[in-house]
Each structure stands twice: as structure tokens, then as C-alpha cells.
């Protein structure tokens, strides 16, 4: 089984940044891709970044310029710039690939808060 724990949220002023970290443990082979997402209150949770092992990266229009997710070995990284009010909800990690004996995992982390005062 793959662990992942998000840290680095808080609370921060209109315009200001944030960087969110998360670490995978567990018997992990290889991770294919990895991402963030984010879930505000009353909203469905949402893709907003993904980087795969090649480093290719995608993201969703409203964080596209802002945001930037980056992955060292075993650890995801997102530089948040320019924080919006609109930008308040849980983030979360996400990771898939596969664990030692060949199994697949797709595994999410607990999320950590982030607040965007106006």
C-alpha cells in the first residue's frame, strides 16, 4: 500500500503564494503519474495539475500561469503564486504506478487546507 501526506497549507492573503509538498511511502516500483487536486466546500473535487514520469505537465485553465507542480523522485511539489480568494479548498495528492510484485496502486492523500483571504 502507498501513503501519501500533503503538508504545507495554510492561510494567506489575496495575491500572496503557498507551497504545497506531499511524500509517498510505501513498497513503491515505480509511479507513473502524480497530481493535485482540490475540492472547495459544496464543489466536486478537481484535477488541477499533473505531471507523469517524464516530466510531461498539464493544467486546468483556472490555476494555468499560477500554479506550477514539479516531482522530485518520490516527492510532489506545487508553487502556488498569486493566490485568489476562489483558490480556498483541501488539496490533495494523488499518485499511481506500481508497488513491488507487479500490483498497481492509485492512492490519494488525506488533503491539506488552504485559505485565501480577500
Not at 23 to 52: F, V, Y
Not at 98 to 113: E, H, K, N, V, Y
Request: hydrophobic share 35%; proline share 3%.
Amino acid at each position: 500500500q502507498v501513503q501519501l501526506a500533503e503538508s504545507g497549507g495554510g492561510l494567506v492573503q489575496a495575491g500572496g503564494s503557498l507551497r504545497l509538498s506531499c511524500a509517498a511511502r510505501g513498497n513503491i516500483a515505480s509511479i507513473d503519474s502524480m497530481g493535485w487536486a482540490c475540492q472547495a466546500p459544496g464543489k466536486q473535487r478537481e484535477l488541477i495539475a499533473t505531471i507523469t514520469s517524464s516530466n510531461s505537465t498539464h493544467y486546468a485553465d483556472s490555476v494555468k500561469g499560477r500554479f506550477t507542480i514539479s516531482r522530485d523522485n518520490d516527492k510532489l511539489y506545487l508553487q502556488m503564486n498569486s493566490l485568489k480568494p476562489e483558490d480556498t479548498a483541501v488539496y490533495y495528492c494523488h499518485a499511481n504506478g506500481m508497488i513491488l510484485g507487479a500490483s498497481p496502486f492509485d492512492s490519494w492523500g488525506r488533503g491539506t487546507q488552504v485559505t485565501v483571504s480577500s
